[in-house]
């Protein structure tokens, strides 16, 4: 029970990755504020976090909203007087080539996985920076590393979160507060299983472990980077991905 008496924001909690995050640290100990867009399915991430022994609670949140993004921060404070954790994992994808990308693919996956993570950390520091502690992880993509072709949106969301994590890891480091990101590879989650059997095997032969990794894998290793063991660890990247990056 390393998170024991913590409380984590983990947002796009209502499924895949994000819900697996969400279960993780409340099976350490941390009850977790479920942000997503879908209130049905931010309840139902909430309720297995409750029954796992901590408290769970959802919150319909848009995460490009900063009026949205502050209320439902006000809201946490106001349950659980103190924020310790937060995951930005709020993500989408308008895959296309891109010269057919219309401006509002790009605008919308931007928006979403880049400001989102933006709003949401300039939003919950400020209540860390007067605990002077808190551990704030982003999930990017191995392919915000190494690009992807039809994801050139997504991609730049992604090396944009990179980046965004090494500077407000240096800007928040004086104040106890860590900041790194995870870059999973293909993990095995609703988006990828629509995907194609030819690209499913592509993906494989470009995996030296040759499986997709699982949302715990993510989860785990996010898990570590909030507990006190990470604690010299900031602005770091940390590949979860099979081996698909070795960087």
């Known amino acids: 029970m390393k998170l024991k008496d913590q409380v984590a924001i983990v947002t796009g909690a209502g499924r895949g990755i994000g819900r697996a995050i969400a279960l993780q640290l409340a ?26 022994g901590p408290e769970g609670a959802a919150y319909q949140v ?14 946490v404070l106001e349950r659980c007087s103190r924020i310790d954790i937060l995951v930005n994992n709020a993500g989408i994808t308008r895959d296309n080539v891109l010269v057919r990308m219309t401006p509002e693919q790009w605008d919308q996956v931007l928006d979403v996985n880049l400001k989102g993570a933006y709003l949401c950390t300039r939003t919950v520091a400020r209540s860390m920076m007067k605990q002077r502690r ?30 965004l994590t090494k500077s407000v890891a240096r800007e ?3 104040r106890g507060i860590t900041v790194n990101a995870v870059a999973p590879g293909a993990i095995a989650t609703e988006m990828t299983r629509e995907l194609s059997e030819k690209i499913k095997d592509a993906f494989l032969q ?21 507990s006190e063991d990470a604690g010299y ?5 940390v590949n979860v991905d099979g081996g698909m990056l070795m960087s």
């Open 62 to 75: 848009d995460v490009t909203d900063p009026e949205a993004v502050q209320a439902a921060a006000d809201a």
């Open 134 to 163: 808190g551990r704030i992880v982003n999930v990017a993509s191995v392919v915000g590393r190494m690009g992807n072709a039809g994801q050139a949106n997504y991609c730049a969301s992604k090396a944009g979160l990179i980046g």
């Open 172 to 174: 928040l480091a004086a």
């Open 233 to 237: 660890i900031t602005g770091q990247v």
């Open 27 to 52: 099976g350490q100990g941390a009850s977790v504020a479920c942000w997503d867009m879908d209130p049905e399915l931010a309840g139902e991430t909430a309720a297995l976090v409750s029954r796992s």
């Open 206 to 226: 470009s995996i030296p472990l040759a499986r997709f990794g699982e949302p715990e894998d993510v989860a785990r290793v996010i898990a570590f980077l909030v």
